[in-house]
């Protein structure tokens, strides 16, 4: 964003914070970079269960194919 734009948007959105320092808004991003994503949580997991996910992804592509109802899983779970 153009900074012009930024300053304008801070003035308009956020009027408490027009008089923070640039220090408070470099912790801010760091914290927000920081904190946990869905990606970082599950990046773990997919790691470990590969296999289980991967049946998951193709179980639910099948019924996608299908075209339907969810219930059509059951036959397919069951070959």
Same mark, same amino acid.
């Given at each position: 964003?153009?900074?012009?734009?930024?300053?304008?948007?801070?003035?308009?959105?956020?009027?408490?914070?027009?008089?923070?320092?640039?220090?408070?808004?470099?912790? *801010?991003?760091? =914290?927000?970079? /920081?904190?946990? %994503?869905?990606?970082?949580? +599950? #990046? !773990?997991?997919?790691?470990?269960?590969?296999?289980?996910?991967?049946?998951?992804?193709?179980?639910?592509? *099948?019924?996608? =194919?299908?075209? /339907?109802?969810? %219930?059509?899983?059951?036959? +397919? #779970? !069951?070959?």
């Amino acid at each position: 964003m153009k900074p012009s734009k930024l300053q304008d948007h801070l003035r308009r959105c956020h009027p408490d914070k027009t008089e923070k320092d640039l220090k408070y808004f470099q912790t *801010l991003k760091d =914290k927000l970079q /920081k904190r946990p %994503t869905l990606d970082r949580m +599950f #990046a !773990s997991t997919s790691q470990r269960n590969d296999d289980g996910l991967r049946a998951s992804y193709n179980i639910s592509l *099948l019924i996608a =194919k299908s075209g /339907k109802p969810h %219930t059509i899983g059951e036959k +397919f #779970a !069951s070959r």
